[in-house]
């Protein structure tokens, strides 16, 4: 399994940008990099994955170095309600076809008024 | 579009019982997995059905099993159940069992073991 390395916390203001930062050298050339945030006690919710290109949607843009050692997720404009544990999750094929994620601790992100 | 649904919210049971969880696939989803998250602690991978066989498990004992329905909803088993299964039971659906599925989550099943 690839592994992923996030920083345990970070702070943000409201309306200023978070850059949550993700490390994950041994990435194959075929994973995917997930992200996803939980919301204290709720079900996980998918943000955006990509495998080379830069990617944005309505939520949050994602940077991934040309290497693909590691990647950032950006919530360009951080509100109270971004605060949340975010996952980068390589997506791993299990050698039988099927794609479970594996879930580290993850980034505790708290947006500050 | 109706997204993932899971029942019950909350469950109470002792140790030694068994208990049912449910979840219901979102519209188009065939492929249910489902995860345990212990408190304080990521999502881990119980297993996976697809096409209403297990496609795919994780680091769990047998006691933990599963169904998945001919409309693509899906139970956990648990048996015997041990004060460590105390946990969030997630279940997440997607369009395929593959890398390039993308899952969406439930809201969970707060199951404590007395």
């Known amino acids: 399994d690839a592994k992923t390395t996030q920083p345990p916390s970070m702070d943000c203001a409201e309306g200023r940008a978070a850059n949550l930062p993700c490390n994950h050298s041994?990435?194959?050339?075929?994973?995917?990099v997930y992200w996803y945030r939980q919301i204290h006690s709720q079900g996980p919710q998918y943000i955006i994955h990509?495998?080379?290109n830069n990617e944005t949607n309505e939520m949050a843009s994602l940077i991934i170095t040309e290497d693909r050692k590691s990647s950032t997720l950006i919530l360009p404009h951080a509100t109270l309600r971004d605060t949340a544990v975010y996952y980068c999750?390589?997506?791993?094929?299990?050698?039988?076809?099927?794609?479970?994620?594996?879930f580290g601790q993850g980034t505790i992100l708290t947006v500050h008024p | 579009e109706t997204g993932v649904t899971q029942s019950p919210t909350h469950l109470i049971k002792t140790r030694g019982q068994q208990v049912t969880l449910r979840c219901s696939s979102q519209s188009g989803h065939n492929t249910v997995s489902w995860y345990q998250q212990a408190l304080g602690q990521g999502p881990q991978f119980i297993f996976q059905?697809?096409?209403?066989?297990?496609?795919g498990r994780g680091n769990f004992p047998p006691r933990f099993s599963g169904l998945q329905f001919p409309n693509y909803s899906s139970e956990l088993n648990v048996n015997a159940l041990e004060l460590d299964d105390s946990a969030l039971y997630l279940c997440?659906?997607?369009?395929?069992?593959?890398?390039?599925?993308?899952?969406?989550f439930g809201p969970g099943t707060r199951l404590t073991v007395l």
């Open positions: 990509g495998l080379k």
């Open positions: 059905y697809y096409r209403e066989e297990e496609n």
């Open positions: 999750i390589v997506r791993v094929d299990g050698g039988t076809s099927y794609g479970k994620l594996t």
């Open positions: 997440a659906s997607s369009e395929g069992p593959g890398r390039a599925d993308t899952q969406y």
């Open positions: 041994t990435i194959s050339g075929n994973e995917y």
